[in-house]
């Protein structure tokens, strides 16, 4: 069951990411190979760390053909039908919302089914969610978005600390899956929509 759920987390994550990666290159102009090495680095890179750590080797991503077959069907899409995607308000911001969910849901639990303990399976769903967003963002040149105001790195520590707590009840893992994702993604609509965020230092004027 939880093999299961992973599985089904980390492709959609890596699908929705995947788009967020694509959307960026295709904003920058990229060739479309630049669009499918963004796509495949966003949607991937946080699962391979979350992976290598916990030693679940080699990586899904790279044991799993499944993982780059996602990667590109969503790099194509973009490419190709970027006009449409790109009607909606801030395209790539929502996938990667939609993303951080899943992948910090799912990350969580494939650390605590690795035996993991609760509060550092927690740091490394975490860590699932923010990887793949902080190496596109990189790779175009942007100061990454967990490095900014937003509510971004808080958003996935919520549901990987939300899918830790249904483990400790000993509640189910489908249910903490869903709540997680549902307060990670509720945090990142207001951050987005209504401007919320941490607290900033402002510089001193000369």
């Known amino acids: 069951m939880i ?3 992973v599985t089904i987390l980390d492709l959609g994550g890596t699908f929705v990411f995947a788009i967020s990666g694509a959307a960026a290159g295709v904003k920058h102009r990229l060739d479309v190979f630049g669009v499918m090495v963004l796509a495949f680095a966003a949607g991937n890179v946080g699962g391979m760390t979350r ?5 679940a080797v080699p990586p899904a991503a790279i044991a799993n053909l499944s993982y780059v077959g996602v990667s590109i069907l969503a790099g194509f899409a973009v490419f190709f039908w970027y006009p449409i995607i790109a009607r ?24 605590l089914a690795y035996g993991v303990e609760p509060m550092m399976a927690a740091l490394l769903g975490m860590l699932t969610g923010i ?38 009840l000993h509640l189910s893992p489908i249910a903490a899956a869903i ?8 945090l990142r609509y207001m951050a987005i929509n209504h401007g919320w965020h941490l607290p900033t230092v402002s510089p001193p004027r000369d």
């Open 51 to 55: 992976d290598l750590l916990i030693g």
């Open 88 to 111: 909606l308000n801030h395209p790539v911001l929502w996938s990667d919302a939609v993303g951080l969910g899943f992948f910090a849901v799912a990350g969580t639990q494939k650390a």
């Open 131 to 168: 990887g793949g967003g902080m190496l596109r963002d990189v790779l175009v040149l942007e100061i990454p978005i967990v490095l900014r105001s937003d509510l971004y790195a808080l958003a996935a520590l919520a549901a990987a600390s939300v899918v830790t707590t249904g483990h400790v």
């Open 179 to 186: 709540a997680g994702f549902v307060l990670c993604f509720g």
């Open 3 to 5: 093999h299961i759920l």
